[in-house]
């Protein structure tokens, strides 16, 4: 996995080694388009309810990162896919699995790295971007405020940019907001008629990531 010269998008099939004795993990690498300017990793939501690297969130999201210049690396969690191991929805599987994904990124791009995640991928996205200097955005769609670390959102860095669907009953808008609010940079974007599995909105989610960090 290679930052390279921007170009057109194409997608490659990657192995990320687990941490230490943990799991290998199954990805997808998709070159950032036009001029590269970091990497970004793509978690998926919970494995024990079908979450995996093909949902169409999960690959509006890598596409949307790339085409903002960050090339991205979507995953799938350990057990799913092509990733080894056994399905877990454990807090710290998931930590070991993105950190992993993390690791990957952050030794193959140069530049800035953009922390992504969907549903229960969120909440993995903001616990592992605590303490890591590169990460400076952390998008999260439809985050579950009762999987969101609090503590780690509001003592990150960067910028953050969430998105929730207007009918979404587990992320619903105003939860997410409240959740935002002592996060000194943040934006809440919120899709008026999508719910938590985004069977409508992928355009929506895919014009605010692409606007958010093609701006920055």
Known sequence: MLAGMGSRPVEKAVAVPGRRDEPALGGVYLNAAGEPRGGAVVAPPHPLYGGSMDHPVVN???????????????????????STGTPSGEAADADADYGAALDH??????????ACGYSFGAGAAVRASAGQLRVRKLVLVAPVPALIDA????????SVLAISGG????????????LLAPTAEAR?????????????????????????????
Do not use: I, K, M, Q
């Open 105 to 114: 990124v952050c030794e193959t791009v140069e530049g800035t790295v953009v």
């Open 188 to 216: 809440l974007v919120v899709v008026p008629d999508a719910d938590h599995f985004f069977g409508v909105g992928l355009a929506a989610v895919s014009r605010a990531v692409s606007e958010v960090l093609g701006n920055t």
């Open 60 to 82: 509006e999201l890598s596409w949307a990162c790339s085409s903002a210049g960050f090339a991205s690396l979507r995953f799938d969690w350990r057990g799913v896919g092509a």
């Open 167 to 178: 009918r979404d009953s587990l992320a619903p808008p105003d939860a997410v907001e409240a």
């Open 151 to 158: 503590e780690a959102l509001r003592g990150f860095g960067g």
